[in-house]
């Protein structure tokens, strides 16, 4: 069975300072990651994704992910947070499980940035 | 415009009152699926149908049932909804799993 893990379910980071969403995951075959953002009283949007390929991953609003397999990582990072990155995080597992294809999603962290 | 839609987005409802959220979508996925989001939870998938005719039971499946008669629609059904249920959900659908979600409004529901 997959699963998801988000370490941290609330980070806070001042403006301009390094922004690190931890995801680990556990999955029986190789598989499709994925990083959501959820801003207040809206629905999902995708940031990023990885399927095969290059492992470090860039997305929109200059986020980016690192796929390690050995460490079953893909944490989201950002060089330098502005205001507007406040919102919730989900990182997200596909693959198939029993001949069905099959998404978990870890708990979300909400991303505070101090002005 | 492509997109994912749901409705009602707000419902405030009676226990054992039946209910059904309609979601469709315009891009021709064959990928659908269900998720509640609970505070501390995340999201959490109920159902999830990989054609017509194919559904599945995600994780939280109790109490709700569903239907994939059109490629577009994929309703969810509360036969009996009881206050557990009270929460906010979204309806997303996809090309396949290795493909992104796209994702619905949200229809938050109150059970009293």
């Known amino acids: 069975a997959q699963s998801v893990t988000q370490l941290g379910s609330h980070v806070s980071v001042s403006e301009g300072a390094l922004v690190l969403l931890r995801c680990n995951y556990s999955?029986?075959?190789?598989?499709?990651l994925f990083w959501y953002v959820q801003y207040p009283n809206q629905g999902l949007q995708l940031l990023l994704k990885y399927t095969t390929g290059a492992t470090l991953v860039k997305g929109i609003n200059g986020f980016e992910a690192e796929f390690k397999k050995s460490e079953t990582s893909f944490h989201l990072t950002k060089p330098s947070a502005h205001m507007s990155d406040a919102a919730e995080y989900f990182c997200a597992v596909s693959d198939w499980s029993g001949g069905y294809q099959k998404v978990t999603f870890g708990i979300g962290t909400k991303l505070q940035v101090i002005p | 415009e492509a997109q994912v839609t749901q409705n009602p987005r707000y419902l405030i409802t009676v226990t054992g009152k039946k209910l059904t959220v309609t979601c469709s979508q315009n891009?021709?996925?064959?990928?659908m699926s269900w998720y509640r989001q609970d505070p501390g939870l995340g999201l959490r998938q109920i159902y999830y149908s990989m054609n017509v005719e194919v559904t599945d039971k995600g994780d939280v499946p109790e109490g709700y049932k569903v239907s994939r008669k059109e490629k577009r629609n994929f309703p969810l059904i509360l036969e009996s909804p009881s206050p557990n249920q009270t929460s906010l959900y979204f309806c997303?659908?996809?090309?396949?799993?290795?493909?992104?979600?796209?994702f619905g409004p949200g229809t938050r529901l109150t059970v009293t």
């Open positions: 999955s029986s075959v190789p598989p499709y």
């Open positions: 997303a659908s996809s090309p396949g799993h290795s493909y992104e979600q796209y």
């Open positions: 891009m021709n996925h064959e990928y």
